[in-house]
């Protein structure tokens, strides 16, 4: 099953648009086009889980604590991605097409990875 992504709103929306442009099938949302500019984290992590969606952020000051709360609560995720805000749009958006074309769906689910670099965060349950 191909990844669907979900941005958050601290999300440069350069960064939805170049994906986009790098590779016009990836089904990629901006926060604003899925109405969640305004959410707290833990309802954009419920949304983005319920409807499949890997969720991708600028925020690891307290989106990681909000993704494990959200697992220790006994819910699944489909994934999240962390985008370091100092790295350059050209890596991300080449990271983000990598994990797209590559990944299997299964290989994210309740999995923090930061990007562009791909390397994971571990939760203990």
């Not at 986009?20 to 086009?33: G, I, K, M, N, Y």
């Not at 990875?113 to 965060?121: G, N, Q």
Request: glycine share 6%.
């Amino acid at each position: 099953m191909s990844i669907r992504f979900q941005a958050d709103n601290d999300l440069k929306f350069g960064i939805v648009k170049a994906v986009r442009r790098r590779e016009p099938t990836v089904d990629f949302l901006s926060a604003q086009e899925a109405g969640l500019d305004s959410v707290p984290d833990p309802v954009l992590l419920d949304r983005a889980a319920a409807e499949g969606r890997v969720l991708v952020s600028h925020d690891r000051r307290t989106m990681i604590d909000h993704f494990r709360d959200h697992l220790v609560a006994g819910k699944s995720s489909p994934g999240l991605l962390i985008v370091s805000q100092g790295s350059a749009i050209g890596d991300v958006v080449e990271a983000l097409v990598y994990v797209w074309s590559l990944c299997d769906s299964a290989e994210l689910r309740d999995q923090a990875h930061y990007l562009p670099s791909i390397s994971r965060h571990s939760f203990i349950r």
